[in-house]
Antibody, heavy 119, light 110 residues
Framework: QLQLQESGPGLVKPSETLSLTCTVS??????????WGWIRQPPGKGLEWIGS???????YYNPSLKSRVTISVDTSKNQFSLKLSSVTAADTAVYYC???????????WGQGTLVTVPS | QSVLTQPPSVSAAPGQKVTISCSGS????????VSWYQQLPGTAPKLLIY???KRPSGIPDRFSGSKSGTSATLGITGLQTGDEADYYC???????????FGGGTKLTVL
């Protein structure tokens, strides 16, 4: 079955760019059924959708983060990536990569990766 | 301040039933499918309910979802201690052009 795995640095300095990659296994990232996305969760807080991408490159971004976010896809590697620029301590969170089925629900989720931006 | 409003916490005894509400507006719940997610302590969220009231394979029928107007409800019957978790509702908001989540509800099984 479909599985997602995040990878990337666990510590990013303030004002730098956070970069994460999600590797998709058990299925093709070029599937017509899915968008691929990122969701984050600050420690002890709720979930925040960051944005999503289709294999063709079409994207949706959270308006509150849009100016700092870029999501890209590499179909040859079955991966998609997140870049969040000009990070601050407020960007400290567990970042999850997700499959967005039919733009209606998220399943499955990756295990999540904690990214810390020191204050 | 979340676009979708959930109670911060609910509690009930083992074997009992509990409901968790998710209130929104015509631009989100009133116009889109709602999904629910269960987040057990220290783990990633998991899909519990999709398209308002459908259960993915492997989710027991103790879990149910419903939607009426601009509100949705998650129901859990026959509560077990293993159901203690945070529960989130989510849907697309056409005014914001963004996916939105509720603030989450912590379920305690006393």
């Amino acid at each position: 079955q479909l599985q997602l795995q995040e990878s990337g640095p666990g510590l990013v300095k303030p004002s730098e760019t956070l970069s994460l990659t999600c590797t998709v296994s058990g299925g093709s990232i070029s599937s017509s059924s899915y968008y691929w996305g990122w969701i984050r969760q600050p420690p002890g807080k709720g979930l925040e959708w960051i944005g999503s991408i289709y294999y063709s490159g079409s994207t949706y971004y959270n308006p509150s983060l849009k100016s700092r976010v870029t999501i890209s896809v590499d179909t040859s590697k079955n991966q998609f990536s997140l870049k969040l620029s000009s990070v601050t301590a407020a960007d400290t969170a567990v970042y999850y990569c997700v499959a967005w089925y039919g733009l209606n629900w998220f399943d499955p989720w990756g295990q999540g990766t904690l990214v810390t931006v020191p204050s | 301040q979340s676009v979708l409003t959930q109670p911060p916490s609910v509690s009930a005894a083992p074997g009992q039933k509990v409901t968790i509400s998710c209130s929104g507006s015509s631009s989100n719940i009133g116009n889109s499918y709602v999904s629910w997610y269960q987040q057990l302590p220290g783990t990633a969220p998991k899909l519990l309910i999709y398209e308002n009231n459908k259960r993915p394979s492997g989710i027991p029928d103790r879990f149910s979802g419903s939607k009426s107007g601009t509100s949705a409800t998650l129901g859990i019957t026959g509560l077990q201690t293993g159901d203690e978790a945070d529960y989130y509702c989510g849907t697309w908001d056409s005014s914001l052009s963004a996916w939105v989540f509720g603030g989450g509800t912590k379920l305690t099984v006393l």
